[in-house]
Antibody
Framework: QVQLVQSGAEVKKPGASVKVSCKAS????????IHWVRQAPGQGLEWMGW????????NFAQKFQGRVTMTRDSSISTAYMELSRLTSDDTAMYYC???????????WGQGTLVTVSS | EIVLTQSPGTLSLSPGERATLSCRAS???????LAWYQQKPGQAPGLLIY???SRATGIPDRFSGSGSGTDFTLTISRLEPEDFAVYYC?????????FGGGTKVEIK
């Protein structure tokens, strides 16, 4: 069965960077995009961007340009999202999700809580 | 970017009642690329509807989606206890992908 398993919770200081991983299983990793979506406490969902695991090409929301990096290691079916220059506004649950062109995000990781605090 | 506005913000209903949730877009969305997600407390969102009206795998037929252009609707024909949750619409046809602000369906 399809699964996306994310790395564990992180606590970071303002100005630091965080790197979250998302390991996929149960399907061919290079067949589907991996999207990253975040959710601040008590708030709605915010799309951050995607990576094409086949080519490695990313696409980011303008808001995160220059601060986010999305990579993948196809040999271990894992995608990564790194966010730099963290502020308290980046405190959120970060989700990876499988993206199918016609079906939206059909499988989601369990989420990784990133807390930014001095 | 395409802004999605969901209404109402909160819907207070009883089990067995019908729920109608609205999602309005700031510009036309291709019907092929409008989805609805359900999120329960402490859980990741789950796909309910894609392509405006297609139910995702395992989703019961009391959930239905409709609409076109800038107006889309999620209908739950008869609310079950497990349906009380937050629902988000999303357009995934134009980058940046965007979500609505969500509608909370709560027990009256």
């Amino acid at each position: 069965q399809v699964q996306l398993v994310q790395s564990g919770a992180e606590v970071k200081k303002p100005g630091a960077s965080v790197k979250v991983s998302c390991k996929a299983s149960g399907y061919i990793f290079t067949d589907c995009y991996i999207h990253w979506v975040r959710q601040a406490p008590g708030q709605g969902l915010e799309w951050m961007g995607w990576i094409n695991p086949n080519t490695g090409a990313p696409n980011f929301a303008q808001k995160f340009q220059g601060r986010v990096t999305m990579t993948r290691d196809s040999s271990i079916s894992t995608a990564y999202m790194e966010l730099s220059r963290l502020t308290s506004d980046d405190t959120a649950m970060y989700y990876c999700a499988r993206g199918l062109a016609a079906k939206g995000h059909d499988y989601w990781g369990q989420g990784t809580l990133v807390t930014v605090s001095s | 970017e395409i802004v999605l506005t969901q209404s109402p913000g909160t819907l207070s209903l009883s089990p067995g009642e019908r729920a109608t949730l609205s999602c309005r877009a700031s510009q036309s969305v291709s019907s092929s690329y409008l989805a609805w997600y359900q999120q329960k407390p402490g859980q990741a969102p789950g796909l309910l509807i894609y392509g405006t009206s297609s139910r995702a795998t395992g989703i019961p037929d009391r959930f239905s989606g409709s609409g076109s252009g800038t107006d889309f609707t999620l209908t739950i024909s008869r609310l079950e206890p497990e349906d009380f949750a937050v629902y988000y619409c999303q357009q995934y046809g134009t980058s940046p992908l965007t979500f609505g602000g969500g509608t909370k369906v709560e027990i009256k």
